[in-house]
């Protein structure tokens, strides 16, 4: 971790690079309050200030000049997001004063921080976990309320009490077999392997390994197209969708000459949406361009919702595990039996068509799964696999009536899993990729 230095005060921008009413850049790191004092209009009062205050005041340069009116709010050491002595600037937003403000810091002997240091530095002194670490980078990139909800509950600790509580079940039943092991047979009653106790843990490892679908639905969302013929209504569905008018709507055939995309939210899942050109044979060279990349987004779309005009029933494509179809035009002429009809002009039907759409994406999350602990991250994910594995062998080897030996390092495999699921059991490789891919200011 020779990238994070944490001897060193470092300083980052938490806020966005751009002109705001406020910004506000942190300080971290043993002396800084000492540091900052010298270019500081009241060093006094802010030397003295106790923690969790905040200082009123001015920050001047080398040559005594005023740089901005400032707040600095301050963490004294053992508190405060890093856990170590930390000042929060909160100055005008104008990026002269903030680009000022960072120089100033860079030429005192401080270091502009790397990517997700502020909270590398949490984590190492224990402020948080591995989980909640990487928590706190899923909140900051969330692009749903589905999304930040869950994101906050990790946040909180609610995945590593979860994990804390499988830990503590492994090592009730790694315990009893290190105890075997420890004495001879005739000192120790007859042994009874708790199979049971370890078939309910490979179950409940399983069902916490089994939400990263969910996780990973809400955190990357999905890409719906609406394809169709030309002149079906596809553009008047894509505008009723966003609530705006967004797609350009005409009676004349190939209005649609390329895709068009937006953002929406359907049932807590974060969409891409797409209008895109109607599939037709055509002359013109601009509109067959359109078509290509019309199959082209129907090919790597989650889901494609194929609208066909009630009015003129053309080719009509089989549903599939990523094909809906949809009558348009249901005002106009009626479609019978459950099929699933809509008027993309008065809106009916378009109700039940979210729901449809909703239940499609939703159809890879186990069943009983959509609970309020889920993981995300691929590397939790991988390691709770890692550890099901393990304790997989482990109960094999028991049914198999294999020597206690070879069963305790499944076990003790099963346990370093979970141990680096929380930092416990970490490598410097490890925790740079996690922290690397951090904002900096975090």
Same mark, same amino acid.
């Given at each position: 971790?020779?990238?994070?230095?944490?001897?060193?005060?470092?300083?980052?921008? =938490?806020?966005?690079?751009?002109?705001?009413? /406020?910004?506000?850049?942190?300080?971290?790191?043993?002396?800084?309050?000492?540091?900052?004092?010298?270019?500081?209009?009241?060093?006094?009062?802010?030397?003295?200030?106790?923690?969790?205050?905040?200082?009123?005041?001015? %920050?001047?340069?080398?040559?005594?000049?005023?740089?901005?009116?400032?707040?600095? =709010?301050?963490?004294?050491?053992?508190?405060?997001?890093?856990?170590?002595?930390?000042?929060?600037?909160?100055?005008?937003?104008?990026?002269?004063?903030?680009?000022?403000? /960072?120089?100033?810091?860079?030429?005192?002997?401080?270091?502009?921080?790397?990517?997700?240091?502020?909270?590398?530095?949490?984590?190492?002194?224990?402020?948080?976990?591995?989980?909640?670490?990487?928590?706190?980078?899923?909140?900051?990139?969330?692009?749903?309320?589905?999304?930040?909800?869950?994101?906050?509950?990790?946040?909180?600790?609610?995945?590593?009490?979860?994990?804390?509580?499988?830990?503590?079940?492994?090592?009730?039943?790694?315990?009893?077999?290190?105890?075997?092991?420890?004495?001879?047979?005739?000192?120790?009653?007859?042994? *009874?392997?708790?199979?049971?106790?370890?078939?309910?843990?490979?179950?409940?490892?399983?069902? /916490?390994?089994?939400?990263?679908?969910?996780?990973? /639905?809400?955190?990357?969302?999905?890409?719906?197209?609406?394809?169709?013929?030309?002149?079906?209504?596809?553009?008047?569905?894509?505008?009723?969708?966003?609530?705006?008018?967004?797609?350009?709507?005409?009676?004349?055939?190939?209005?649609?000459?390329?895709? &068009?995309?937006?953002?929406?939210?359907?049932?807590?899942?974060? &969409?891409?949406?797409?209008?895109?050109?109607? %599939?037709?044979?055509?002359?013109?060279?601009?509109?067959?361009?359109?078509?290509?990349?019309?199959?082209? %987004?129907?090919?790597?779309?989650?889901?494609?919702?194929?609208?066909?005009?009630?009015?003129?029933?053309?080719?009509?494509?089989?549903?599939?595990?990523?094909?809906?179809?949809?009558?348009?035009?249901?005002?106009?002429?009626? &479609?019978?039996?459950?099929?699933?009809?809509?008027?993309?002009?008065?809106?009916?039907? *378009?109700?039940? $068509?979210?729901?449809?759409?909703?239940?499609?994406?939703?159809?890879?999350?186990?069943?009983?799964?959509?609970?309020?602990?889920?993981?995300?991250?691929?590397?939790?994910?991988?390691?709770?696999?890692?550890?099901?594995?393990?304790?997989?062998?482990?109960?094999? $080897? *028991?049914?198999?009536? =294999?020597?206690?030996?070879? *069963? =305790?390092?499944?076990?003790?495999?099963?346990?370093?899993?979970?141990?680096?699921?929380?930092?416990?059991?970490?490598?410097?490789?490890?925790?740079?990729?996690?922290?690397?891919?951090?904002?900096?200011?975090?």
């Amino acid at each position: 971790m020779s990238r994070y230095d944490t001897q060193d005060i470092i300083y980052a921008l =938490a806020t966005p690079w751009a002109r705001s009413g /406020l910004a506000v850049i942190r300080i971290s790191g043993a002396g800084c309050k000492e540091a900052l004092a010298p270019y500081f209009s009241r060093p006094a009062a802010l030397l003295g200030a106790p923690n969790a205050t905040m200082v009123h005041g001015s %920050l001047i340069d080398e040559a005594a000049a005023r740089i901005d009116e400032v707040v600095l =709010a301050i963490n004294t050491d053992g508190h405060g997001y890093t856990a170590e002595e930390a000042i929060e600037i909160s100055c005008h937003g104008s990026l002269a004063v903030i680009q000022a403000i /960072l120089a100033l810091l860079g030429r005192i002997g401080m270091r502009s921080a790397e990517a997700g240091e502020f909270t590398f530095r949490a984590f190492l002194h224990g402020r948080v976990d591995l989980t909640q670490a990487e928590a706190v980078e899923e909140l900051v990139s969330s692009v749903s309320q589905r999304s930040r909800s869950l994101s906050l509950s990790r946040l909180e600790g609610k995945l590593r009490q979860r994990i804390d509580m499988l830990k503590d079940t492994l090592l009730t039943i790694l315990a009893a077999v290190e105890v075997q092991l420890d004495y001879a047979e005739d000192e120790l009653d007859e042994f *009874v392997f708790p199979t049971q106790a370890l078939t309910d843990l490979i179950a409940s490892i399983g069902s /916490l390994a089994d939400t990263y679908q969910i996780g990973r /639905l809400y955190k990357r969302g999905a890409k719906v197209v609406l394809a169709g013929s030309t002149n079906v209504g596809k553009s008047s569905l894509f505008n009723l969708l966003l609530k705006e008018e967004r797609s350009i709507v005409s009676p004349y055939r190939g209005t649609t000459r390329d895709y &068009i995309e937006a953002d929406l939210e359907v049932g807590g899942i974060p &969409i891409r949406l797409y209008d895109t050109a109607g %599939l037709r044979e055509s002359e013109d060279l601009v509109e067959q361009e359109g078509v290509v990349r019309s199959e082209r %987004l129907i090919g790597q779309a989650d889901l494609v919702i194929h609208l066909v005009d009630s009015t003129d029933l053309g080719h009509i494509p089989e549903e599939d595990g990523r094909t809906i179809v949809v009558y348009n035009k249901s005002d106009l002429a009626r &479609i019978g039996g459950d099929k699933l009809a809509i008027s993309a002009q008065s809106g009916e039907g *378009v109700a039940r $068509l979210l729901e449809v759409v909703e239940a499609y994406l939703k159809r890879s999350i186990p069943e009983g799964g959509d609970e309020e602990l889920v993981i995300e991250g691929e590397r939790q994910w991988r390691l709770l696999g890692g550890a099901k594995g393990a304790l997989l062998r482990a109960l094999h $080897l *028991v049914q198999a009536d =294999a020597v206690l030996d070879v *069963v =305790a390092v499944e076990l003790g495999e099963a346990l370093s899993n979970l141990g680096e699921l929380t930092g416990e059991v970490r490598s410097d490789d490890i925790l740079e990729r996690i922290f690397s891919g951090f904002c900096v200011g975090k």
